[in-house]
């Protein structure tokens, strides 16, 4: 495949763009599947890397990797303690809030239990709708068709989270399979160029874990998705590869 767009690196960690439908790593999911991300950025940097979070399979965007085991541990540390700032861009249908805080329990999703034996944790994400579009095209049962671009914030990290608390609350991602609806997603597919998931990994901020300061990483959307906020008129809000590092740590 081709390489990794790094996005930064230093002496103890790098955050890359992970491409959509790249998988992290090896895993029982992963049967026939023969590149991940770890590999291949350990063979591009020739350093060993360690994850420290996960994103799903279909989405897209920015992800951070540790260089040495007492980074890792830091970073994920900061991670499980809620530390780390994550916002993410999502198509959704309908009009969604102007703002919003989901806050619904979700069971974890292990694949080894039933869901309904799996106990139900707490689980808040931050919406606010930054742009609607209504297309005059009947997708579904309506004579025009309306969706949103979101920007969503989760302040847990559970499985799914913002997929599943977007569909629950009425407004699911376009190109999600499991907890999206086929009829808008075929319209993405085939008439709008996007068959994937439209959710992206946009930012991370987090105290850096050599310190002192911290670090806000930015990443630019795949081709595709961007070419999408262009025809439907949200070009204003394509964000683009940037990194800050200021010498502040952030406000607890």
Known sequence: ????????????????????GLLVHRSKLARGETTFLLQTLRDQIDRHVYP???????????????????????????????AVEKQYLAVVRGKAPARE??????????GRRPKAEMPAL??????????????????????????SLVQARPHTGRRH?????????????????????????????????????????TRLCFDHPAGPGHLQLECALEPAMAALFDRLGW???LPRDRVTRADAPLPA
Do not use: W
């Open 1 to 20: 495949m081709a390489a990794l767009r790094i996005l930064y690196q230093d002496e103890y960690l790098v955050a890359v763009h992970k491409p959509a």
């Open 52 to 82: 420290v979070h996960r994103l799903d399979r279909p989405t897209a965007g920015v992800m951070v990797l540790a260089l040495d085991p007492e980074t890792a541990s830091r970073l994920s540390l900061a991670f499980n303690e809620r």
């Open 101 to 110: 805080t989901l806050d619904y329990p979700l069971r974890e999703e292990d």
């Open 122 to 147: 707490e689980a808040r994400t931050c919406v606010r709708r930054l742009d609607s579009v209504e297309l005059p095209v009947q997708v579904d049962r309506y004579p025009v068709a309306r969706y």
């Open 161 to 201: 989270q913002i997929r599943r608390h977007l569909s629950r609350r009425g407004y699911p991602i376009i190109g999600d399979a499991k907890h999206g609806k086929s009829v808008h997603n075929r319209f993405f597919a085939e008439q709008l160029g996007t068959p994937g998931l439209l959710l992206a990994a």
């Open 235 to 237: 070009a204003g809000h």
